[in-house]
């Protein structure tokens, strides 16, 4: 018969090895999935590059690596609920929910929801934050093109979406940063709509010159 004390070692031990076993587990798990949101992040980066270039078959491609990676983290994770909500993930589904959205509205013409994604909630939330700064550099990239009118449209999808995130007034605890986002495309919308409004004017009154000079060379050719 075993001494009691040593019987109280040994349960000891078996429950410090279950314990290690466990946060060796976890932390595997962490490495592998802040490995992957890095590459979720680098590909949804690239694609917004695509988008912007209207390469829409190198978009895709990319954009379903990066769904692949996002599904693969969250089986890693699936029994790490501490280390999904530790913030990183949240990162890289941010950054997959800003492309494709970019990406449907640029060619499809329509909005994925977080369902359509598979993305947590309030991550979609912030990638449609994040996305009406994609949209700003599409107008300010009509204005420098000359079509200002054409930036229009898409000042209207970045105050829709503004109106949106301003709807999930919860706090901070549950939405993670949205206030913040929420804030900052307010700002980008006024900035917007004074850079669009300034660049009609000025073609307005770049066409109004062009008119009153045919008139003066009509009237010179008169004399």
Avoid: C, W
């Amino acid at each position: 018969m075993k001494p009691e004390n040593e019987s109280k070692g040994n349960d000891l031990d078996d429950l410090i090895d279950t314990l290690l076993k466990h946060f060796d587990e976890k932390d595997a798990a962490r490495e592998e999935s802040l490995r992957l949101s890095r590459i979720v992040i680098r590909l949804s980066s690239t694609a917004i590059r695509a988008v912007h270039r209207r390469e829409r078959s190198e978009a895709e491609r990319l954009l379903r690596e990066a769904r692949e990676h996002l599904s693969a983290i969250k089986d890693l994770l699936a029994t790490h609920q501490d280390v999904r909500y530790s913030g990183f993930v949240d990162d890289a589904e941010q950054e997959f929910v800003e492309a494709s959205a970019l990406f449907s509205l640029i060619f499809e013409g329509r909005m994925p929801t977080h369902e359509d994604l598979d993305v947590d909630p309030v991550s979609y939330l912030g990638g449609l934050g994040d996305l009406t700064g994609e949209l700003r550099r599409s107008i300010l990239e009509f204005i420098r093109n000359g079509r200002p009118e054409d930036g229009e449209v898409l000042l209207e999808i970045m105050e829709e979406i503004y109106h949106m995130l301003m709807r999930f007034d919860y706090p901070e605890a549950i939405m993670r940063g949205l206030r913040r986002k929420t804030d900052l495309a307010r700002s980008m919308i006024e900035r917007t709509r004074g850079d669009i409004t300034n660049a009609l004017q000025i073609q307005a009154l770049e066409r109004h010159l062009s008119l009153l000079e045919d008139k003066l060379k009509g009237s010179y050719s008169d004399l």
